[in-house]
C-alpha cells in the first residue's frame, strides 16, 4: 500500500470513503423513517404521534429541483414550497465543478447500495461479469439521453410562466409523499423495474450508475471542469496496471498521464492501490499540486455540509407549507396528478 501518502489505517482514501458513504446512507435512512412517521401522521388524520418535518428528504427530488433552478433564474425567486430540493442540487452540482463527480462515490446512497450488493455477489460468486464492450458503449450513451430528455423538457420547452405554476400546483407540493410511497407502496410496474435494476446491478458493478442515472450523467459532465484530476507519474510508475484493474469505472488508468474521463467519480480506489511512491494521486490540473486522500474527504465533507448549512442560513431550507397545507394535501397525495 502507499504509505507514503499517508494512507495506512482510518486516513486510507478508501476507509474515509466508505466511512461517508455508508454515514449519509445512515442519515437518508433517518430522514426516510422520520419522514414516513411524519406523513402518517396526516394519513391517519392525527390518530398517530406528529413528528416534525425533515427538509433533507427533497434531495430526492432531482427533477423538480431542475424546474426550481430555471425558476429561480428566470424568475428570480427560490421555491418556498420544497427550497431545500435546490439547495441540495447546488449543492451537489458545486461538488461536481470542484472535486470531479465525487457526489456518485463519496455521498450517493444508490451508489453506495448497488456496489455494497456488487461487492458481496462478487465474493459470493468469486468473479467479475463486465457486459461486452458492443453493447458497453452505446448503453453508456442512454444516461445522456435521459439527461438530453429532462434537460429539453425543463431547461429548453418549459415557459415562465409553467414553471411558477407547476411549482405552486398540489403535485409538487406532495411530491416528496409521493416518492415516499414510490418506496413504501410501488405498484407493480415500479416493483418489476427496481428488480430488473437490482439483479442486474447484482451482477455487473453500478449497473444503474454506469447506464441509466441522468443524475450522475450530469454531474460527469460537469466534473470536466474540476481543477482536481487524477494523475499518474510516468517516472515513478512501475506499469503494474493495478489502477486499472481495481477502477470501478473501467477506465484505463495506467496508459492515461491525467484521468480526464467524465466516468471518473474521484472514488481514489485507484490511488489508495497503487503500489507505486508517488505514482498516482489526485492534483490539481493546473499547479499540478498534489492533495493527499484525507484533505480531499475533508474538502467533499466541507463542500456538502457548507451547502446544506448556507441554505439553512439563508432561510432557504423549511418548506413554506403549513400543519394546515398539510392536514389538506397528504391525504389526498395519490390523487394529485401529473
Ligand atoms: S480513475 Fe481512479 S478515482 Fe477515477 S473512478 Fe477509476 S478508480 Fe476511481
Ligand atoms: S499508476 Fe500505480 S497502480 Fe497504476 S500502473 Fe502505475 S504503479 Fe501500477
Known amino acids: 500500500m502507499n504509505d507514503h501518502h499517508n494512507h495506512s489505517g482510518w486516513l486510507k482514501p478508501?476507509?474515509?470513503?466508505a466511512l461517508t458513504q455508508w454515514g449519509l446512507l445512515a442519515i437518508c435512512l433517518y430522514l426516510g423513517?422520520?419522514?414516513?412517521?411524519?406523513?402518517?401522521?396526516?394519513?391517519?388524520?392525527?390518530?398517530?404521534p406528529a413528528y416534525a418535518r425533515p427538509p433533507g428528504v427533497e434531495g430526492f427530488l432531482p427533477i423538480g429541483a431542475l424546474v426550481s433552478l430555471k425558476h429561480w433564474l428566470v424568475n428570480g425567486t427560490i421555491d418556498p414550497v420544497h427550497p431545500a430540493a435546490l439547495v441540495l442540487f447546488l449543492t451537489f452540482l458545486a461538488l461536481a465543478v470542484?472535486?470531479?463527480?465525487?457526489?456518485?462515490?463519496?455521498?450517493?446512497?444508490?451508489?453506495?447500495?448497488?456496489?455494497?450488493?456488487?461487492?458481496?455477489?462478487?465474493?459470493?460468486?468469486?468473479?467479475?461479469?463486465?457486459?461486452?464492450?458492443?453493447?458497453?458503449?452505446?448503453?453508456?450513451?442512454?444516461?445522456?439521453?435521459?439527461?438530453?430528455?429532462?434537460?429539453?423538457?425543463?431547461?429548453?420547452?418549459?415557459?415562465?410562466?409553467?414553471?411558477?405554476?407547476?411549482?405552486?400546483?398540489?403535485?409538487?407540493?406532495?411530491?416528496?409523499?409521493?416518492?415516499?410511497?414510490?418506496?413504501?407502496?410501488?405498484?407493480?410496474?415500479s416493483l418489476t423495474i427496481i428488480t430488473i435494476l437490482t439483479l442486474l446491478s447484482l451482477i455487473y458493478r453500478n449497473f444503474w450508475?454506469?447506464?441509466?442515472?441522468?443524475?450522475?450523467?450530469?454531474?460527469?459532465?460537469?466534473?470536466?471542469?474540476?481543477?482536481?484530476?487524477?494523475?499518474?507519474?510516468?517516472?515513478?510508475?512501475?506499469?503494474?496496471?493495478?489502477?486499472?484493474?481495481?477502477?470501478?469505472?473501467?477506465?484505463?488508468?495506467?496508459?492515461?498521464?491525467?484521468?480526464?474521463?467524465?466516468?471518473?467519480?474521484?472514488?481514489?480506489?485507484?490511488?489508495?492501490?497503487?503500489?507505486?511512491?508517488?505514482?498516482?494521486?489526485?492534483?490539481?490540473?493546473?499547479?499540478?499540486q498534489l492533495l493527499p486522500g484525507w484533505g480531499f474527504a475533508l474538502l467533499v465533507v466541507l463542500i456538502f455540509t457548507g451547502g446544506i448549512g448556507a441554505g439553512m442560513l439563508s432561510g432557504h431550507w423549511q418548506s413554506s407549507l403549513t400543519t394546515q397545507d398539510y392536514q389538506q394535501l397528504i391525504p389526498f397525495a395519490s390523487r394529485f396528478g401529473h
Not at 33 to 48: D, K, N, S, Y
Not at 231 to 240: E, L
Open 98 to 189: 470542484l472535486t470531479k463527480n465525487s457526489f456518485c462515490s463519496w455521498f450517493c446512497p444508490v451508489g453506495t447500495l448497488s456496489d455494497g450488493a456488487w461487492k458481496a455477489t462478487n465474493k459470493l460468486l468469486g468473479r467479475t461479469f463486465r457486459l461486452w464492450k458492443w453493447l458497453d458503449l452505446p448503453l453508456r450513451g442512454a444516461k445522456y439521453l435521459l439527461l438530453l430528455f429532462f434537460v429539453k423538457l425543463i431547461l429548453v420547452d418549459m415557459p415562465a410562466f409553467a414553471l411558477g405554476e407547476f411549482l405552486s400546483s398540489p403535485y409538487w407540493a406532495v411530491a416528496d409523499v409521493r416518492m415516499l410511497h414510490f418506496f413504501t407502496a410501488p405498484s407493480a410496474l
Open 14 to 17: 478508501t476507509r474515509l470513503r
Open 209 to 288: 450508475c454506469r447506464y441509466l442515472c441522468p443524475y450522475g450523467a450530469l454531474l460527469g459532465l460537469l466534473s470536466l471542469l474540476s481543477p482536481l484530476k487524477v494523475q499518474r507519474q510516468q517516472q515513478h510508475c512501475i506499469d503494474c496496471g493495478r489502477c486499472t484493474a481495481v477502477c470501478p469505472a473501467q477506465i484505463e488508468v495506467h496508459r492515461k498521464q491525467i484521468v480526464r474521463s467524465v466516468e471518473c467519480t474521484a472514488c481514489l480506489t485507484c490511488v489508495a492501490n497503487c503500489p507505486a511512491p508517488d505514482a498516482l494521486d489526485l492534483r490539481l490540473s493546473y499547479g499540478r
Open 33 to 48: 423513517i422520520r419522514f414516513g412517521l411524519f406523513v402518517r401522521h396526516f394519513e391517519t388524520f392525527g390518530q398517530t
